[in-house]
């Protein structure tokens, strides 16, 4: 099932985001995670609009856009692989229209799930916080698609 988010998920997203975070973006030093954990739950959990895929009682899984960017897709890594990141990015297709996404260069699972998911390559750019390259993707939408 998805909803919307509510503040009383915060510790779960958090969870998530931590582990899949980690385990995405193994090229970032640690000190990156902790201060971005930090802003997600002190800024950007209360800014974003979000939503959560919930099975059995638990969040499995979570997106969050600014307006038309999603700015978070994270899957815990135990439920990673189980269609639930489609089910996210389908459920925001529907009301969501030319959508964007930034993902790092050296995080080619992430590219891969958008690309297989219709986004495709406008340009790049650099992480100012880190100095990684990111690949912006976008998704046009399509009646037909």
């Known amino acids: 099932m998805i909803k919307k988010y509510e503040k009383d998920d915060i510790d779960q997203v ?3 985001w931590k582990s899949a975070a980690i385990k995405a973006h193994s090229f970032l ?3 990156f995670f902790e201060h971005e954990e930090r802003l997600l739950r002190e800024q950007y959990m209360n800014i974003a609009e979000s939503w959560v895929f919930i099975d059995n009682n ?3 899984g979570f997106i969050s856009l600014f307006d038309c960017v999603i700015v978070g897709l994270f899957i815990h890594p135990l439920y990673q692989r ?6 996210l990015i389908d459920y925001i297709k529907k009301i969501k229209k030319d959508l964007k996404v930034e993902v790092f260069d050296k995080n080619k699972d992430a590219i891969s799930f958008y690309e297989k998911n219709g986004f495709i390559f406008e ?4 992480h100012i916080e880190t100095g990684e390259k990111l690949l ?3 998704h046009q939408s ?3 698609y």
């Open 14 to 16: 958090i969870l998530i």
């Open 29 to 31: 030093k640690i000190d």
């Open 58 to 60: 638990e969040i499995q």
């Open 82 to 87: 189980q269609t639930i990141g489609r089910q």
């Open 123 to 126: 340009k790049s750019t650099i």
């Open 136 to 138: 912006i993707l976008k």
């Open 142 to 144: 399509n009646e037909n």
